[in-house]
């Protein structure tokens, strides 16, 4: 976590950015992902402070993109 720390060098809304929009990548299919992802997102969450507003809005575009890319297999797809 201090490495991570230290290799935001204070860009705490990068940090932010990259944990929101991997987890929410994540959320968009679950079933498809083995859950990697969202160890990697907490790590970079809990290496500094948190804007949770900023987190909030990028896993919600981290989601939206996610859904996007979402390749089905059901009848809808």
Known sequence: MA???ELAA???DIRVECAGTIAGSWLASPGT???HELIAAG???VSGPV???LLKQWV???YERGQRTWL???PLS
Request: glycine share 24%; no cysteine; aromatic share 4%.
């Open 3 to 5: 490495e991570l720390s």
């Open 10 to 12: 204070g860009r705490d």
């Open 33 to 35: 992902k083995h859950g």
């Open 43 to 45: 790590l970079l969450i």
């Open 51 to 53: 804007d949770r507003n």
């Open 60 to 62: 919600r575009t981290g």
């Open 72 to 74: 089905g297999y059901g």
